[in-house]
């Protein structure tokens, strides 16, 4: 009789490992969102529609959950925003520092793919960009990132950054809150411009998507430093890397 | 798609939080584990429906289970033995069992003739592999499918099971040890045609 199994696979749990991959077991459907459904009772309330009702719902959150020391969750535009006192976790191994998303393009190109206008600063010493970097897919519409060299008043990071503004058509979604929680970073309400505003200090977050099913986009995480996030005209708009609030919003202001 | 200024915690951190009430907090622990639930749930009842309502039913009861678990044990056996008790409750659902197949293009050539002939035997050999293995009674199909298909260690199939460490160690050699004759028996009806 000939051998008719590879010579490679020796025993029967080898063999087994290798039949693993080859079956075929059904894709795990969505289980998290009709859970918290059925758990609060009736469909989540969704931003995109009712942005108001879901800021009120973050305030009375940020009420409720100080009180018993627990976490909150604040969402502007396309971003949310999570902070707690829960348990630091160590840094995920995708993280690249100061990576910035997207292929570099020219500041023309970006404007000829995304369906937005893309704003310039228009302080002194910033607006044509060193750099824009272009991601035509995350989140969708596309998303585009002006990078800016260091200046005196935003400091390089170890990949020769210096600031960062992020731009990216703000109705996009599923429209729910943030559940990533974290201790030790700031956020505070302010304003641009008479908008709503929030900075991000004190401590260095992440910056990532999250895709359709809710997983996180694990190519896109970035440790990021200060960050001022608000939203005007349909856009949800990021400033990071300014040295103070202060900076930040002039920048913001100055957009145009 | 969202754009998420955050820090992940880690499964401590979102328990504590999901026990403080924070609904974010469980939807995040939900996402981590429901690959993980519903496979084994799947393999336990052999129904996709089936497996979907036993692993929403398990999480809706873990939530309510939340408060009495110690935040800092491991989270995997015990979500396991909650999705089993759910999954017994659907053990007599008149929906059909599905078997375990390969999956399409598991034969598909990789070029030059040898390869080509490889991956033949290799289809043959895997659909062999789990015939036997679905030919087995339930007990033992079990047992082996949640070890080699679902990745589980033994006390891990413990929970999901119902049975301490040293029965499901037993009893998972006794199954291999039927499949090694199973396969054996094929062999030599294969041999004897």
Redesign the interface.
Known sequence: ?TD???ARVRT??E????????????P?????G???E???GAPPVTARHRPWLAFALAVVALLM?AA????V?WAIG???????E???????SAVASGRVPGEAVSLAEARGAVDFPILLPELDGLGTPDAVHLDRR???GG?VALIYGARPDYPADAAGVGLVI?E?RAD???????????SG?RVDETSVAGRPAYW?SGGA????????S???VEETMRL?GD?L?WESSGL?LRVEGARSLEVARRIAASLR | MVMVEARPLDDIGLVRAAQGGDMQAYEELVRRYQDLAFRCAFLVVRNAEDANDVTQDAFVRAFAALPRFRADAAIRPWLLAIVSNQARNHRRSRRRREGLVLRAGEDAPRGDAASAEESVLDRERRAELLAAIEGLREEDREVISLRWFAELNEAEMAALLHRPSGTIKSRLSRAMQRLRVALAADQEARTRD
Request: glycine share 4%; charged share 20%.
């Open positions: 009789m008719r199994f590879p029967l749990e063999e087994l490992d290798q039949l693993r991959p080859a079956v075929a077991l059904p795990t459907p969505d289980i998290a009709p859970v918290i059925r758990l609060r959950f018993a020391a627990a976490a969750a396309g971003v949310r925003l999570t902070f707690s829960a348990t630091p976790s160590p840094a995920p995350r989140p969708s998303s992020t990216f996009i979604g599923p429209e729910v809150f943030e559940k990533l929680v974290h970073v991000v977050h992440f910056m990532f998507y999250r895709d359709a809710g997983r996180v990021v960050t996030i949800t």
